[in-house]
């Protein structure tokens, strides 16, 4: 019997402020994390994560968008996950 997983909001992701007291390797496990339990696909993954972005890294965040188009992969310059570690 084939089950199909549905993608959901069953575990929930905290927001990240980009405080000096935040982890940030420890909010992008988070994330991880969280995109597995609710089945987020790697394409999705940088678009519900901008929701969760505040202060200044919701600022950097506008001001890089353009060139985003995924959390992982590809190159430093267009992965959300890489531009927020610098």
Known sequence: MQTNVREGTYAKLSKYHGKSREDVIVWYE???????????????IHTIVIAYLRKA???????KRLNINRWVGGNATNNLKDLLIK
Not at 30 to 44: G, I, K, L, P, S
């Open 30 to 44: 988070e994330v991880e994390r969280v995109a597995m339990v609710n089945n987020w696909r790697d394409v999705q």
């Open 57 to 63: 890294v919701a600022d950097y965040y506008k001001e």
